[in-house]
């Protein structure tokens, strides 16, 4: 009983100081202390008491004297790490290093300081940002239409073109001093966002110039001269640049691109000066058939040895004005119907200067971490937020739409629970969009939060523009120019596909890269592994692995605690909205459990982990969930935390919480040592599961959020692109909403009227609720006034439910008759064209 007593007592002990992360002298003297009780009070046997202290004298000083504890754990260690860290290539290492870390550190840590999340200021429009979102990106977006660019154009009408070049859509990010419009990624994000709720085209178009490309990357590392020659002539239209990278036999594994292009001597403009010889074969380019000048990557070989002792120098990129003989551009694809210029570029044996490549000589070979490090900026400003516009064009007018189309019949709860998805996703989705962007404004160049924020707001946006069309049904399927959805359900995939397609990205990168980045230790443990000096290998070793034992120990100790507890005792911000403390405690739990069951599958799966790309994608989706979910908290106390909007972010938080438990329980069920995926259970979730999926009395209150106008509804939608046509599809949604609900009291006194038979319900063949209408209006029941708040709406629904439909050839001549451009530039859709407008 005593043993049991002094057992129970020392195990309450080591967890409290675990879970604190107590100083190895903190364990030492409690270890003396539980010994020494144990011998003075006789509560173990005397050879037990013995046997603890020879055990601790061994082994005390060898864990606290650090020389000690090198020579005889540590360089032991070290030796067997070296042997089984798997092998990586310079890509590999260059992908994994490039960039920073932010919040996602502090999700890995298993103790986020909310705080510091908290007082993140987020940032905002400037002056001259709010007037162009609300000027030039309007006046852009009522030039055109995806339907005529589509049908009509096949490409943006030429004044169009136009139009993005004179006003610096092409050149948003470049800086000021460079004839950019130098705007905050957060402006660029709000552009991108506003363009994608009305033009897939137009938002594809804009979006690659300010993505990862020439302009990012020479104003990152190319040379003054490069930079004061072309960035201006980007920023004023006056070239359209392309970046080619992906191969036939490279797309998503593109660091093996075969593209290559060998140093030699060789004549340029009548000298002879160093440069390479350069052979590609690239596709699915955007803005390649039109591009002026081509940034190209390609891997970079030095046989002859011109610039150094390496053969293979590494991948490389240059940019190539289109009109230097070789190059091959004008051919397109045709990505799912969208019409911005996409297609193949390629060239045999093209002789370039080394100062075309970017950065010049000494860039040679240092392309892939040169697009490393840029591509955060795409990757967590453009997709995401031409996701979330999808999303937002999806949301507002599907949610009109299914108010307008169930007038006079029973809301349907099925499309309910659709529209309740709609709306969460969006919620999260808008947030993690804006977080991104800020953190981007930051100065950071976070790179596993844009995958993440990649990743999950462009699948999030699959779903929510699916689940629209499942309400708009057959309205969304049959295009034409009042189908306000097809169009975003055909593109929407484009955008899962490129920057890192989805399922490679979630099975390789989000975990992958942030367990090694985001980790506070292994980083540390894997550059002391690589540090050729024996001394400095060691001490640097030895301080991460007795650093990263104390943080697996207090992980354990904090998930387990936690789990006891409901994490009701985790310490929450004062200033956090009451109503979410809950979601801070139990995310704080979530995230030490991740940190927990990361370092367990490292420890014990090690290289093997890589290749598990399941059990990867599903720790990446915790920590995901974790980000997705801060940035839904920090949302609702950046807007001000409006108690209307509450039924989103509570929908949103249950939601992600639910999933997160389930990537975890996908962890656990598939664990390869079946042994500790039992403990592991039950360390994580002591009292089993307790999150369940949100309930439907929220979901009803969050789909209610969408079918009426309101602050909250304006709030989710903020940027949605509301024409001035009275024939986009969107503003009659708006005009038939507002018309329907006007009407609606109106409705429900007329079918009073009929159950009270006060009027005859029975009409002739033929006759419309009209004729019902007019027999309330003579019996009394409404007035005129009344009677013409029915008809206009039945009338503004009419025009929403209406479907195109065309001649026999799909309208196709009446198209060709529209084609002729009021301000024709230039023939359209041609290489010469582009060329002869810049
Ligand atoms: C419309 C469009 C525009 C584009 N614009 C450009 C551009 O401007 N410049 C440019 O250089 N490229 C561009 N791309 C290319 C784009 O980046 C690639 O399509 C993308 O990298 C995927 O390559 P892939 O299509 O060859 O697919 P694959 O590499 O064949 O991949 C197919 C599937 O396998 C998955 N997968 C692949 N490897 C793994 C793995 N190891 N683990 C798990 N899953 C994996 C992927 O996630 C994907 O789902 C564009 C593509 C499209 C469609």
Same mark, same amino acid.
């Given at each position: 009983m005593t043993i049991a007593l002094w057992l129970l007592v020392s195990l309450a002990l080591f967890i409290a100081l675990a879970y604190v992360n107590a100083s190895g002298i903190a364990w030492a003297a409690t270890a003396a202390v539980l010994i020494g009780a144990a011998w003075a009070a006789s509560l173990l046997p005397p050879w037990l008491t013995l046997a603890l202290a020879v055990v601790f004298v061994l082994i005390a000083p060898v864990l606290l004297v650090p020389s000690l504890r090198r020579k005889l754990v540590s360089d032991g260690v070290l030796s067997v790490f070296r042997k089984i860290l798997p092998p990586m290539s310079q890509t590999e290492r260059e992908a994994i290093e490039a960039g920073t870390v932010w919040w996602d550190g502090e999700l890995f840590s298993g103790k986020p300081d909310w705080q510091k999340l908290l007082a993140t200021p987020m940032t905002t429009l400037t002056a001259e940002e709010q007037s162009f979102l609300d000027h030039e990106v309007v006046e852009l977006c009522e030039m055109v239409t995806d339907f005529e660019t589509t049908n009509v154009y096949r490409d943006l009408p030429p004044r169009v073109w136009q139009y993005i070049k004179d006003n610096g859509f092409l050149g948003m990010s470049i800086p000021k001093e460079y004839g950019?419009? *130098?705007?905050s990624a957060y402006a660029h994000s709000q552009v991108m966002t506003r363009l994608s709720t009305h033009s897939g085209t137009i938002a594809v178009t804009v979006m690659v110039p300010n993505s990862l490309g020439p302009g990012e990357l020479l104003a990152h590392y190319g040379t003054e001269e490069q930079k004061r020659h072309y960035l201006p002539r980007l920023a004023r239209g006056l070239e359209l640049p392309c970046f080619a990278l992906t191969n036939p036999t490279a797309g998503s594994d593109a660091a093996s691109i075969p593209d290559y292009g060998i140093v030699c001597w060789g004549e340029h403009e009548g000298k002879r000066v160093l440069g390479l010889r350069v052979t590609w074969d690239k596709r699915y380019i955007t803005l390649g058939p039109v591009a002026t000048l081509l940034g190209l990557a390609f891997r970079a070989s030095d046989p002859d040895r011109l610039l150094g002792d390496k053969e293979d120098v590494g991948i490389t990129c240059a940019l190539i004005p289109?009109?230097?003989? *070789?190059v091959e551009i004008g051919r397109r694809h045709m990505p799912l119907n969208a019409v911005f210029q996409n297609g193949p570029t390629w060239g045999r044996d093209v002789f370039i200067p080394m100062d075309w490549v970017i950065g010049g000589q000494p860039m040679v070979g240092r392309g892939w971490r040169m697009l490393m490090e840029c591509l955060a900026a795409g990757r967590g400003i453009s997709l995401p937020s031409s996701g979330t516009g999808m999303a937002k064009l999806a949301v507002r007018a599907t949610g009109g739409y299914a108010r307008v189309r169930n007038q006079f019949k029973t809301p349907i709860e099925g499309i309910e629970e659709a529209l309740t998805r709609m709306g969460g996703n969006l919620y999260m989705m808008d947030a993690a969009r804006a977080l991104t962007a800020t953190a981007v404004d930051q100065g950071e160049k976070p790179a596993v939060l844009t995958a993440i924020a990649k990743l999950h707001i462009t699948e999030r946006a699959r779903q929510v523009v699916n689940d629209g069309m499942d309400i708009v049904g057959g309205k969304g399927i049959c295009m034409g120019p009042s189908n306000f959805l097809g169009a975003a359900y055909m593109q929407v995939p484009v955008a899962i596909t490129v920057e890192g397609a989805n399922i490679l990205t979630r099975s390789l990168i989000v975990f992958g890269q942030g367990a090694i980045r985001c980790h506070p230790y292994v980083l540390k443990e894997m550059q002391a592994a690589r540090e050729p000096d024996r001394a400095r290998a060691s001490a640097a070793f030895d301080a991460a692995l007795t650093g990263h034992l104390r943080f697996a120990l207090t992980s354990f100790a904090r998930t387990f605690v936690m789990g006891l507890t409901g994490s009701h005792f985790v310490r929450v911000p004062a200033n956090v909205a009451p109503r979410t403390r809950r979601y801070y405690q139990q995310l704080t739990r979530f995230s030490s459990a991740l940190a927990f069951l990361a370092d367990v599958s490292m420890g014990t799966l090690g290289g093997a982990l890589k290749r598990k790309e399941k059990l990867s994608a599903r720790l990446g989706d915790i920590l995901s969930l974790l980000y997705l979910s801060s940035a839904a908290l920090k949302q609702f106390e950046a807007q001000g935390r409006h108690s209307a909007d509450e039924p989103l972010l509570h929908w949103a938080m249950w939601d992600a919480m639910f999933k997160a438990q389930n990537a975890f329980e996908g962890v656990l069920s598939n664990f390869p040592n079946r042994f500790l995926a039992v403990v592991l259970r039950r360390i994580v979730f002591p009292l089993g599961r307790p999150y369940v999926v949100p309930s439907d009395a929220l979901g009803h209150q969050v789909a209610k959020l969408l079918i009426e106008p309101s602050a909250t509804r304006d709030r989710l939608t903020a940027g949605v692109f509301l024409s001035r046509s009275p024939v986009n599809p969107v503003v009659q949604i708006e005009r038939a909403l507002a018309a329907t609900i006007a009407s609606e009291p109106v409705e429900a006194k007329i079918r009073a009227a009929l159950k009270h038979r006060q009027i005859d319900g029975r009409l002739a063949p033929g006759a419309g609720v009209e004729a019902l209408v007019a027999r309330a209006r003579d019996a009394g029941v409404i007035t005129a006034a009344e009677a013409d708040l029915v008809l206009v709406a039945r009338e503004a629904t009419a025009a929403v439910i209406r479907v195109d439909d065309f001649a026999q050839d799909l309208g196709a001549s009446e198209m060709n008759v529209a084609r002729v451009d009021p301000t024709p530039l230039a023939a359209p859709s041609s290489q010469v064209a582009h060329k002869a407008a810049a």
């Open positions: 950019g419009l *130098g705007f289109t009109t230097h003989p *070789g």
